[in-house]
């Protein structure tokens, strides 16, 4: 496996465990502590994940917000004190299906490169 195609795939799995950790609505996240930790952990992660992916496969995919992921990471980690509850549910609501269709296609395409299939 790639590099890159590690790194994608992980980013896959934060965004699947965020999704298992949320499957309850808004309601229920907002007042389960323990999967606001879960969350954040996981969005940490995915972002620290998304920076280690190759500048020319970031380059030939201008339409994942890159540097947006990478603010939000530095969020995550020196502001945790500021995170608001409802920007993280908006961004699990919103954000991660995005990037997670985005992820999936350049997950493919790597995989194709590297003549790997994709599960």
Known sequence: MTRDLLYVTHVLE?????????????ERFVA????????????QVL??????IGAETKAAHSEVEWRSIAGFRNV????????DVG??????ETDLPRLG????????ELAG?????VD
């Open 113 to 117: 490169e590297s003549g790997q299939g």
């Open 47 to 52: 972002a620290e994940s998304t920076q280690k």
């Open 14 to 26: 934060c965004i699947a465990r965020i999704a298992r950790y949320t499957a309850g609505g808004r």
């Open 32 to 43: 389960d502590e323990m999967a606001q930790d879960a969350v954040v952990r996981n969005l």
């Open 87 to 92: 920007e993280v549910w908006s961004i699990v």
């Open 101 to 108: 269709a985005q992820m999936r296609a350049i997950r493919e």
């Open 76 to 83: 995550l980690v020196h502001n945790y004190l500021g995170l």
